[in-house]
């Protein structure tokens, strides 16, 4: 059998997974759908976006709430392998370092995303449906629908903006898989430190690129792609960097921060010693 | 079967073994003694492709542990000090964790959980911790791994428990299996161990079969002084002096494990140079 992927194995470890994990993961659900309901009652109680359930209300929450749960849950994935009996469970557990991997994104990427988008929408739909029970008073704007969170245009990368905000979610999600590995302990908390601290170092590079090596001027077009020096405002000079590298540039922004989280993920849980 | 060559480890700043050399074969069941904080434990990481040797080779099966290949893992097993179990319905936790052994025997496995006296319709949620332990110790003899490795297997078990263990392990052991005991608690697996492996400040002091030990030591009361004069190590009790002395008739005696230990880490020269 091959050592490094086998689909009976990772199947056993998928089964296995949920078999030791199904009630927690149970309790969790009910625990979301029970904060969602209680959510969205408060904010129809104190007036939030006019309306009970309305659009801000339901894209505010989806969105928060997918990142907060599932940068959490993704950072507890690994969490096994802070404790020494459990760590010595997970790593001798006859399968691949790839098997446990992809056994982690089946569960943190895919399946999370599937059962919250579902969860979020069931209450959602519910909520809505007793909000529109309510008589309409006149300083409701609106009769509240169920909005298409897909569909709402949150950060302007391009034009599939809810998509690009999605793969933004992912990388972020994966340096909390990521992180879980590697802090054995309260690694939530220290992933979101790190990430801090690496926004700001970054946040410190970029101004001081910008401010001190570059000469004064603006981007008039795409970050990094288009510099306009300023001089006069009429002998302006315009520097193009060349179209594909901008486009590289996006593209390894948008899809292949997460993957090569992933791939570290793989070598740290590799070389993991308990 | 396990063949360390050179073994070099350490954590961080505490170095655990510098230039260790031992071998382990089919067919014995070793007992690996020591004082806390010898490495026994990590000696039994190392080969169980937990832990990663900075210098040195281990090689368990012809397969380096560390690469921890699936292959590897299905052919060894470690019950450690320290473990976890989920809590889920035994028969749950066979469905789900039997498969990944292709040899894993449900039948040896209810017959050994019978012997240890563990419902099968039970929680491993409402077990106490002797109860798990015996349950993992089951599940890793039916596994049928060719090597089994144990970290202080009878800690927590009750006095039945201990001989149940030993009437299991007894069985258990066939000529293509190693398995090794890491222990204290000398006294619960001595009939069973047939090469005895101390390790002292991460190097072997002592590694011998017990039928030489038995051959060349005698562990037995001191009928006089000049028994106790002559002894390589003598421990005052109520009822006279008991010593360890070179065994000079040849006749093979019983082996007293904790003695034996107490001999060679008090005075390792004169024991060794016997063998």
Redesign the interface.
């Known amino acids: ?1 091959n ?1 490094f992927f ?1 689909f009976t ?1 990772f199947s ?1 470890l998928v ?2 997974h949920w ?2 994990n199904k ?1 927690r993961y149970g309790l969790s659900v009910l625990a979301f759908i029970g904060l969602l309901i209680t959510w969205f009652v408060f904010t129809g109680l104190t007036g939030f976006d006019n309306i009970p359930m309305g659009k801000a209300v339901q894209q505010i929450t989806f969105f928060f709430s997918l990142f907060a749960v599932g940068t959490f849950y993704a950072s507890q994935y690994f969490a ?1 392998l802070g ?4 760590g ?2 997970f ?7 790839f ?1 446990k991997l992809l056994c982690s994104l089946l569960y943190t990427v895919l399946l999370f995303f599937v059962v919250f988008t579902t969860s979020f929408y069931l209450v959602d739909v519910l909520m809505v449906a007793i909000a529109n029970t309510f008589p309409a008073s006149s300083a409701w704007a609106a009769k509240p629908t169920v909005v298409n969170v897909f569909k709402i245009i949150i950060v302007k990368f391009n034009t599939d903006s809810t998509i690009n905000f999605l793969l933004f979610f992912f990388s972020v999600q994966s340096a909390f898989l990521l992180g879980s590995i590697y802090f054995e302990k309260y690694s939530f908390i220290k992933t979101i430190i790190i990430g801090f601290v690496a926004g700001f170092i970054l946040f410190c590079l970029m101004y001081f690129f910008n401010e001190l090596l570059l000469p004064n001027g603006d981007y008039p077009s795409g970050f990094f792609t288009t510099y306009r020096v300023h001089i006069d405002g009429v002998n302006d000079h315009l520097i193009q960097v060349p179209r594909w590298i901008g486009e590289v540039f996006r593209f390894l922004v948008m899809y292949a921060v997460a993957p090569f989280l992933w791939v570290v993920t793989y070598y740290r849980l ?2 993991k ?2 | 079967m396990i063949d360390i060559q050179n073994l070099s480890f350490a954590y961080k700043k505490k170095p655990v073994f510098n230039g260790l050399n031992l071998k382990f074969e089919a067919g014995h069941v070793y007992g690996l003694l020591g004082k806390n904080g010898t490495g026994k434990s990590s000696l039994l ?1 190392n080969i ?5 040797p900075q210098q040195g080779q281990v090689t368990v099966n012809g397969f380096t542990p560390f690469e ?4 590897f ?2 052919d ?3 019950v ?1 000090e ?7 319905p035994v028969a ?1 936790f066979i ?3 039997a ?3 292709p040899p894993f025997n449900a039948n040896k496995f209810r017959n050994y959980i019978a012997v240890f006296k563990i419902p099968e319709d039970s929680t491993l949620q409402n077990m106490s911790y002797g109860q798990k332990k015996k349950l993992l110790i089951s599940f890793a003899l039916a596994t049928n791994a060719k090597v089994l490795l144990m970290d202080e297997p009878t800690n927590g078990l009750d006095i039945m428990s201990k001989s149940q263990f030993r009437k299991i392990l007894a069985e258990a052991l066939d000529e293509e299996r190693c398995i090794i005991i890491s222990t204290h608690q000398v006294k619960d697996l001595e009939n069973l161990i047939d090469r005895i492996t101390i390790i002292d400040e991460g190097k072997i002091l002592f590694d011998e079969n017990v039928e030489d030990i038995t051959k060349k030591l005698s562990f037995r009361f001191a009928h006089n002084d000049a028994d106790v004069a002559t002894a390589l190590y003598t421990e005052s009790s109520f009822t006279g002096n008991v010593i360890v002395a070179p065994n000079l008739d040849g006749e093979e005696g019983k082996l007293d494990l904790e003695l034996l230990y107490k001999a060679i880490v008090t005075n390792p020269d004169k024991i060794t140079k016997l063998f």
């Open positions: 059998m050592q086998s194995r056993l089964v296995k078999a030791d009630k096994d404790s020494r009996a459990k010595i469970k790593l001798l557990v006859p399968a691949s370092a098997e590799k070389e010693q308990v | 990481r169980a492709g937990l832990l990663n921890r290949l699936p292959v893992l299905e060894v097993f470690l450690p320290e473990f976890y179990l989920p809590d889920i749950a469905k789900h964790y498969p990944f052994y």
